[in-house]
């Protein structure tokens, strides 16, 4: 059993930059995830136990970056360029096993953080 939690949120205009990040996770595959009340959660973007990093939406890939410190047991998520469509629950989950894929379904995440909130205004 592990224990996600995630932090680094909070409000910033458009254009502005936040970094989350995922503390717990281990060398486990983890993965960000939004999700917004009118909306299913959302893959962002995840880093395998072996390291390569597979990102969600064209929408983000130019923007966000994931990276993970083994040292600091944390996993990051770098957001550059917000946009108010951005705005979300994040959240960062954990995934057992050494699966030969990076998973983008939520179900498929054994731990999950209790998520932090990112706002974006324009």
């Known amino acids: 059993q592990i224990q996600l939690v995630e932090s680094g949120g909070g409000s910033v205009q458009a254009g502005g930059s936040l970094r989350l990040s995922c503390t717990g996770s281990g060398h486990y595959t983890t993965s960000w995830f939004r999700q917004t009340p009118d909306k299913a959660r959302e893959f962002v973007g995840g880093?395998?136990?072996?390291?390569?990093?597979?990102y969600g939406a064209d929408s983000v890939k130019a923007r966000f970056t994931i990276s993970r410190d083994n040292a600091k047991n944390t996993v990051y998520l770098q957001m550059n360029s917000l946009t108010p469509e951005d705005t979300a629950t994040y959240y960062c989950?954990?995934?057992?096993?050494?699966?030969?894929?990076?998973?983008?379904?939520?179900?498929?995440?054994?731990?999950w953080g209790l998520g932090t909130q990112v706002s974006v205004s324009s």
């Open positions: 989950a954990a995934r057992r096993g050494l699966q030969t894929i990076l998973s983008e379904r939520a179900p498929e995440y054994d731990y």
């Open positions: 880093i395998h136990w072996n390291d390569s990093i597979k």
